[in-house]
């Protein structure tokens, strides 16, 4: 057993992955030799598609309550999509009922790849290859586009790829952008929240992630707290579309959350601290007006746009961390490096606005997805897709089984060698007018 600290050791593994001039890796290092293999070079883009190819894909999306589907061909070029959203039917339900969601998929998973393929043009029978989510997500909806899936290919006698969520998230920008290997993308969702340098299409190095709740989960519990469906202003938005429309009226100082993790000094994120936060604020201000739970507050704005800052100012932190973390260890271009934020939650212009002021502080190009394609949809199943055959990665036969994930992380756990490097960030203030 080691005596060293494990400041020490987290050291030393990192000193493995550092560039030296004519080096070579350690014998039987393959994690290292892929870090020096996905290293920047000058100029280095992603190879440029064709101006036509036959090589098509048509990619399935179902791991929560959005079923999308989309035939994309190998330039990016999106020929033909379809996206049912099941928001109405939750909003009315008060959140995901996971059952609910299930038979939703089932009754418009076929309809919905149907239309896909004829707006597209395309016949199964032209397809190179299907991409579906299976990883990670709500196991009953994974499972109807899995299902799906598998009987399509068997039935066409077409490849399979099975596609990791969080992977298709962060590959969307090489879509619309030539973003080269390797930069830095924040995903920010319902369910999820992670840091990572993407080093390739399958090559993922993960510097934090969520501990608990995802911002966007707080954001709609916020949302049902305050009850925000009954204010005439959100009666048909989702919960974190409630929150932003009606910070942009708030006084966000009137309500001054703590940060979470300000004395942790890693890139990890907690959010169910502030909705504990958020909730006690909440009880205190219905004793003060009188009201019973279930009714509006007065002060709905200043706790909407209290709420959505201490979120911005969470995301925005670790970001920095995860920045200048990158910047110590050679993990990103000292040339034009990328910042990519993505995920649904990335929506959110507030938020946007917070980790622009990151990046320009910090020297980083901020690329964001534009809104629609910041949400599940089939578009960004089927360019991850498009990428993984480009380089025969993670192609499967039809007939070859595949199960679903509902929990699945995302590449290499770097998170205690962040931790153990316990970088404190230099103050920023957030100045961001709405």
């Not at 080269?180 to 840091?195: D, Q």
């Not at 201000?285 to 209290?306: F, K, M, P, R, T």
């Not at 404190?424 to 203030?429: A, C, M």
């Amino acid at each position: 057993m080691s005596m060293l600290p494990s400041r020490v050791r987290g050291a030393q593994r990192l000193l493995q992955y550092r560039h030296t001039a004519g080096g070579r890796p350690p014998p039987g290092r393959a994690f290292s030799s892929r870090l020096l293999q996905c290293r920047h070079t000058a100029g280095g883009r992603p190879p440029p598609g064709r101006a036509f190819s036959s090589r098509l894909v048509l990619g399935v999306e179902t791991s929560c309550d959005d079923t999308g589907a989309a035939v994309l061909d190998e330039t990016g070029a999106i020929l033909g999509e379809s996206l049912h959203s099941q928001k109405e039917v939750h909003l009315r339900s008060g959140g995901i009922i996971p059952t609910v969601a299930q038979q939703l998929h089932r009754e418009n998973i076929q309809r919905v790849v149907q239309e896909a393929l004829d707006r597209s043009g395309v016949h199964p029978s032209q397809l190179a290859a299907v991409a579906t989510t299976v990883k990670p997500g709500l196991a009953l909806s994974l499972g109807v586009g899995l299902e799906f899936s598998q009987r399509f290919v068997r039935q066409h006698n077409k490849p399979f790829i099975p596609i990791h969520h969080m992977e298709a998230h962060a590959l969307t920008v090489r879509m619309l952008h030539p973003v080269a290997f390797p930069f830095l993308v924040l995903l920010v969702s319902g369910g999820h929240s992670l840091l990572a340098v993407a080093r390739g299409v399958d090559d993922f190095l993960l510097l934090g992630h969520t501990l608990d709740e995802a911002p966007g989960d707080i954001l709609d519990k916020v949302a049902r707290r305050l009850s925000l469906i009954k204010h005439p202003q959100c009666s048909d938005l989702s919960g974190g579309q409630a929150i932003e429309l009606l910070a942009k009226d708030g006084d966000r100082r009137r309500f001054p959350f703590t940060t979470p993790m300000g004395q942790t000094y890693d890139c990890c994120f907690s959010f169910a601290g502030l909705r504990n936060q958020v909730t006690m604020t909440i009880l205190k201000q219905e004793a003060e007006e009188g009201v019973e739970q279930g009714s509006l507050l007065s002060c709905v704005n200043d706790i909407a746009a209290s709420t959505q800052h201490t979120v911005a100012s969470h995301l925005a932190k670790r970001t920095h961390r995860a920045i200048l973390f990158c910047k110590a260890n050679g993990l990103l271009p000292s040339s034009t490096p990328t910042l990519v934020l993505s995920g649904g939650v990335a929506s959110n212009q507030y938020i946007r606005k917070a980790l622009t002021i990151i990046a320009e502080t910090t020297g980083l190009h901020l690329l964001c997805p534009p809104a629609k394609f910041c949400t599940d949809n089939g578009v960004m199943i089927a360019w991850n897709g498009v990428e993984r055959l480009r380089e025969s990665k993670g192609i499967l036969p039809p007939h070859v089984d595949v199960r679903y994930e509902p929990r699945a992380p995302l590449g290499v756990d770097m998170s205690a060698e962040v931790k153990a490097a316990g970088i404190k960030l230099p103050s920023v203030k957030l100045k961001i007018l709405n």
